[in-house]
């Protein structure tokens, strides 16, 4: 993408969402080709005749080593015709020569297309799981009468450019067996532990992070190390999020450690929502989801395979419980 096609990516955008376009920084041309500049992203444009934007894809750094996919646009006139496929394989190459090690994204569930291409076309590729109405709505060019009413879902997709490092994953028990369903159909080198640490040895105090998007009203809570009071930890960080207007949380759990097998949430309101091999050093992440509502309205997704169908029943069907837990 050069600064001119940058332009065109603005009026591509306009096209295809209007004002809507949830990443407001696209809309603005110079600041968002300063940011390619500056290395926060890299862009690759479809362009029709001599300076005709038909299509843009993106991957966001999220660190060294890892790369998000997103702002996937497909001009309607050209979709179907391997426009996006193209993008995405030019992308993938100016990554491995950039060192990136893993991807990750967030494909929608209105449509499979951008399912299938985490699962068939990158390697080893899988959905890792789905947050639950965690975006405000916005209605999605062609697909207006089956975009999810209200706030919206997004599947969750990781694969790795590398080889992996085979290692333990801890995991609480009413998390593990989703952990073992998003890993089923991938040969990575996991094994999942559930057994507590005997005579466990804490900090006193759990470390965490959070932040508060206004716009999106959602939260994410990051834990660092598990201490002995994690569960007073993050109820406290759990309520002032929700305090300040978070109708979806995020918390982000290392699971390298025997003592991540004691980060049972359930009861807190917390369910699984996805799994990211390596997203944090050599750490796995476990996402799980807070909801202020967890009644989903499946009627308008499109799943890929029978698999997807069973991890998004697993999810669904705790998000509920763990809201029925939480309001007791």
């Known amino acids: 993408m050069t600064a001119d096609d940058a332009v065109g990516v603005a009026e591509l955008v306009r096209r295809c969402y209007g004002d809507t376009y949830i990443h407001e920084q696209i809309y603005d041309p110079e600041r968002f080709f300063a940011d390619q500049e500056a290395g926060l992203h890299i862009s690759e444009v479809a362009v029709a005749g ?17 790369a998000e996919s997103g702002m996937t646009i497909t001009d309607e006139r050209y979709r179907g015709h391997g426009v996006a496929s193209q993008m995405e394989a030019n992308l993938h190459g100016r990554l491995v020569q950039r060192g990136v090690k893993w991807v990750m994204g967030e494909p929608v569930l209105v449509h499979t297309a951008t399912q299938e291409i985490a699962v068939t076309r990158w390697k080893q590729g899988a959905i890792t799981g789905i947050r639950l109405k965690s975006i405000p709505h916005i209605d999605l060019e062609g697909f207006e009468a089956r975009t999810e009413a209200g706030r919206i879902s997004l599947a969750v997709a990781f694969g790795p450019l590398a080889p992996m490092r085979g290692h333990d994953v801890w995991l609480s028990p009413e998390y593990a067996e989703l ?12 094994t999942i532990r ?3 640490p005997q005579d466990p040895v804490l900090p006193e105090a759990t470390v965490l992070g959070s932040t508060f998007n206004d ?9 660092e190390t598990i201490g002995a009071d994690l569960h007073t930890a993050v109820v406290a ?9 978070a109708r979806f949380i995020e918390l982000r759990i290392p699971t390298n450690e025997p003592a991540s097998a004691l980060a049972g949430l359930l009861d807190q309101g917390f369910s699984f929502a996805a799994f990211l091999p390596e997203m944090r050093g050599h750490a ?12 989903v309205d499946r009627s308008t997704w499109q799943l890929l395979n029978p698999h997807i169908e069973s991890l ?10 763990a809201s029925e837990r939480n309001s007791r």
Do not use: C
Not at 179 to 190: G, K, Y
């Open 179 to 190: 952990v073992a369903l998003v890993i089923e159909p991938t040969d990575w080198p996991r």
């Open 284 to 295: 796995d992440l476990l996402l799980l989801q807070w909801l202020d509502n967890p009644q």
């Open 215 to 223: 716009a999106m009203a959602s939260a994410e809570i990051e834990v």
């Open 237 to 245: 960080a759990r309520d002032e999020a929700q305090a300040a207007g």
């Open 194 to 196: 559930t057994e507590p």
């Open 312 to 321: 998004a029943d697993a999810i669904v069907a705790q998000a509920e419980l």
């Open 50 to 66: 001599k300076s005709d934007v038909v299509g843009h894809w993106a991957y966001v750094f999220r660190g060294a080593a890892v």
